[in-house]
């Protein structure tokens, strides 16, 4: 029988942790290119951060150079907000911030200093967005390229609420094996369609109306234009209820109506044409399932 020496267990014992240390780095690694990657579908396709984090030049498409450093203003008689800067800038962005204080600010609408985010951030909705989801788009958020682009604080007019609920503790992923789920998981807590789709009653979307349509932006992104938020219920005449899945897909991807007609560069097409097939069927079944919608 054969006995190793103490000298040479010794050397196998390290060579074994040194492997198993690898092995697990790299598990780490790969995980960490997961979440990244994930967060880059997300942000730059059905969540379409940049449609209001990102400056946009004369033919109304977003600065690449200044990638998320905050732009969008809106100004009503609630408010004047002003989308912020995301970027890891130290100074001006959210380099110092916690990947716990960002996921707060995403899912509960709180800042690190304690304040409450207003509207027109879809506060409501990210709140069910899921965990994995959400620790995807602080990932790739700590990958963009920091932008120095200092932004006024948003002014309200209106009482904002103390919260928007309680503290999100943990919300589990929605599997695509359940297409009418997902679908209403991409809509609402990732794409937030709703958010604009419905009527508004005193600044918060009256949910008996779900897809109605008819809010009104007057000069959306600085644009000469008056946007009027279409019926995406499956409503025959007033919605979408006759349009193929082909006919809705071009129009979410292409701007392009069913009758061939150029829709309003309000909504952000720009980002949407990249969102997955797979994504985008899960939405079209979430949309047929919904009541169909009339407004008078």
Known sequence: MNFLSTTEAAANLKAFILVVGFL????????????????????????????????????????SEMH?????????AEFTAYAPNITPDPETGIGTWSDEEIIRVIREGVRPDGTIIGPP???????EMSDTDVRSIVAYLRTVVPVKNSLPRSVYNIPLPESYGPPVDTVPDISPDDTLAYGAYVANALGHCMECHTPLVKGTPD?????????VFVKPHGMELV?????????????IGRWTDEEIKRAITEATSRDGRPL?????????????????????????????????
């Open 24 to 63: 697990f780095a790299r598990s780490e690694a790969s995980e960490q290119e997961a979440l990244v990657a994930r967060g880059d579908y997300l942000v730059n396709s059905i969540v379409a951060c940049g449609n209001c984090h990102t400056p946009r030049g004369t033919d109304h498409k977003p600065i």
């Open 68 to 76: 998320l450093a905050g732009a969008f203003q809106v100004d009503r």
């Open 121 to 127: 951030m879809p506060t409501r909705v990210y709140r």
């Open 207 to 215: 949910l008996s109306r779900i897809g109605a349509g008819g809010n």
């Open 227 to 239: 946007a009027v938020a279409a019926n995406i219920s499956p409503h025959p005449e007033q919605g």
């Open 264 to 296: 309003q560069p309000a909504m952000p097409f720009y980002f949407y044409k990249k969102i997955s097939d797979e994504d985008l069927e899960a939405v079209i079944t979430y949309l047929r399932s919904i009541p169909p919608q009339a407004i008078e």
